[in-house]
């Protein structure tokens, strides 16, 4: 591969507008949450319904990444992001402008269809732009920056548009950047042929998974409150198992597979996958009951919260841009994913012990920080061994993938420790417990359950994943493991 100037410069560039139109997504999915209360209080929302300004959202994204990702590997992936930031930018404008609550949740929903568009091929794009082991290793540094550090960012920037201007503006702000980053993508970022869609055409299959990773998702969120042992929970989650199996089944057989069950013969392919559901689920867990507890026990404003969390961003910088790639290319990308993890596993025992008077200096900061460090140097780890089996024509299927587990590791994460936090936290009220000291008990114990998670996504790096191999040939421009 030539490595002249211009064309490295360009591709970095490309990487940014890659990482920007990607950040505009992540941050949604954080940002929305502060800004609740006043969308509630102006579009006249019933609690059960606000629920829907968030799972709208996540089912049609959750549902739809595996389903973009390989169709970015069959009609290109730079097209299918680019139709992803349009289909967002427009809904976030039909976001911004709703005047009722049925018209946010449907705006929701298609802004979910655009994120899962742009989002699915993203880092698909970035292994394939970026060949060269060293390179690789620091584009996905950056990619796991702004994936991991969204978050965080978003709660801070949500905190202080809801209270600087209004509601609207949460959504209104992603329109000129979508616009900038889709003009830069077209003049920027490098094209792809597709496979063709012949290549992948099996619509029963496409229906099969869409069907089942909704249904999941859906199941999942509104478990907290049918309860994991409701007939509705139960129910709809076994037909959501048998559309998959349906699916499993379907791909053995097509001539022409959605998604050729060959990738997960990797050993390093499906660990990682398996150790990103159980590490966001946990990961989530904290993110959100953390905020839970900065506001009702600790009565912090959304500003303060989103500062709180600002030395997780903060850390991942330092770590995934500057460090990761050096790391990584010393000690292998399997040492260091176990290195994170063990950081994470850390802040979160820390966080089990949080008080009722807890002080951000003494008992938060702590966890946190920790916390930072371990996210930094686990993902972008993870997402190289996530890719390391995929060949060039099924990187958009691979990223996929990897996107997919993540959000349903997430979705399980809050439903389980959600609920599991609640109920703890009612029979200690009902018990005649102090309100903030069952709030925080139920805390605690949603904290051990995360702690748990990550526990399991550590075991399963050290006995399921191996080192990736660098060699490297041109037919295979990707890790191969």
């Known amino acids: 591969m030539d490595s002249g100037g211009p064309k490295t410069d360009s591709r970095w560039l490309a990487l940014i507008v890659l990482c920007a139109g990607m950040l505009m997504i992540v941050l949604d999915q954080t940002i929305v949450n502060v800004a609740l209360p006043a969308i509630e209080?102006?579009?006249?929302f019933g609690q059960a319904g606000l629920a829907w300004v968030v799972n709208a959202y996540l089912i049609a994204y959750g549902g739809l990444l595996l389903l973009a990702g390989r169709l970015g590997d069959l009609i290109g992936h730079k097209k299918v992001f680019l139709i992803g930031l349009g289909v967002f930018t427009?809904?976030?404008?039909?976001?911004?402008?709703?005047?009722?609550?049925?018209?946010?949740?449907?705006?929701?929903?298609?802004q979910g269809a655009g994120g899962a568009l742009a989002t699915s091929v993203t880092l698909g794009m970035v292994v394939t732009m970026f060949p060269e082991p060293a390179e690789q290793r620091r584009a996905i540094g950056v990619f796991s920056f702004v994936a991991a550090a969204g978050a965080s960012i978003g709660l801070l920037l949500g905190g202080v548009l809801t209270d600087a201007m209004s509601w609207h503006w949460i959504f209104f702000v992603n329109i000129p950047i979508g616009i900038i980053a889709a003009v830069a993508a077209v003049?920027?970022?490098?094209?792809?042929?597709?496979?063709?869609?012949?290549?992948?055409a099996d619509v029963l299959g496409a229906l099969l998974i869409v069907a089942a990773v909704m249904l999941g998702v859906y199941t999942i969120v509104k478990a907290e409150h049918y309860g994991f042992g409701s007939l509705h929970t139960l129910g709809l989650g076994f037909v959501a198992l048998a559309l998959l199996v349906g699916f499993v089944l379907r791909?053995?057989?097509a001539s022409k597979p959605l998604l050729p069950l060959r990738v997960f013969r990797s050993r390093n392919v499906t660990g990682a996958n398996l150790v990103q559901i159980a590490m966001v689920a946990g990961m989530f867990g904290v993110f959100f009951l953390g905020t839970l507890y900065m506001q009702l026990v600790l009565s912090y404003t959304p500003l303060q919260i989103g500062l709180a969390f600002m030395p997780v961003a903060g850390a991942i910088a330092v770590f995934s841009v500057s460090l990761s790639a050096r790391l990584n290319t010393r000690f292998g990308e399997r040492n260091m994913l176990i290195v994170g993890l063990t950081f994470m596993l850390v802040g979160m025992l820390v966080f089990t012990q949080v008080p009722v008077g807890g002080s951000y200096f003494t008992d938060i900061l702590p966890a946190v920080a920790p916390l930072g460090i371990g996210l930094g140097l686990s993902f972008p780890a993870l997402m190289t061994l996530?890719?390391?089996?995929?060949a060039h024509d099924e990187a958009g299927l691979a990223?996929?993938?990897?996107?997919?587990?993540?959000?349903v590791g997430g979705a399980l994460g809050l439903a389980v420790l959600a609920t599991t936090s609640t109920s703890y936290t009612s029979g200690l009220l009902a018990s005649g417990v102090d309100r903030l000291e069952a709030l925080t008990s139920g805390f605690h114990l949603a904290f051990w359950i995360s702690a748990g998670l990550v526990a399991v996504a550590l075991a399963l790096a050290v006995f399921v994943l191996r080192q990736v191999s660098v060699a490297r040939d041109d037919a295979q421009p990707v890790l191969v493991h």
């Open 386 to 390: 996530a890719m390391s089996g995929a």
């Open 41 to 44: 209080e102006d579009l006249k």
């Open 399 to 407: 990223s996929g993938l990897v996107n997919t587990t993540a959000q």
């Open 251 to 253: 791909q053995r057989t």
């Open 90 to 110: 427009v809904a976030s404008l039909l976001c911004g402008v709703s005047f009722s609550s049925e018209m946010l949740i449907v705006a929701r929903f298609v």
């Open 187 to 200: 003049r920027l970022v490098p094209d792809s042929v597709g496979l063709g869609l012949r290549e992948g």
